[in-house]
């Protein structure tokens, strides 16, 4: 996990999501892709797999925040 601008990052979650995220200025405690599919950032695959990412709010409330 780190911390960007104040906004948790866990898993592997595109450079996009985290920008968006940043660019939106939501009032979030984070984002996470809780799993790691062959088609996420830095894995190798020759195979697509979808996965979600998450927003986190202040409430402790889980959403679909993007999905690859």
Do not use: K, W
């Not at 450079?15 to 984070?30: C, H, K, Q, T, Y």
């Amino acid at each position: 996990m780190t911390l960007i601008d104040g906004c948790a990052v866990e898993g592997h979650v595109p450079v996009e999501d985290i920008n968006r995220l940043l660019d939106e200025r939501r009032r979030a405690v984070g984002i996470s892709a809780p799993v790691m599919p062959s088609s996420s950032p830095g894995r190798n695959a020759s195979f697509n797999t979808p996965y979600d990412v998450y927003l986190m709010d202040q409430e402790g409330n889980n959403q679909i925040y993007a999905s690859h």
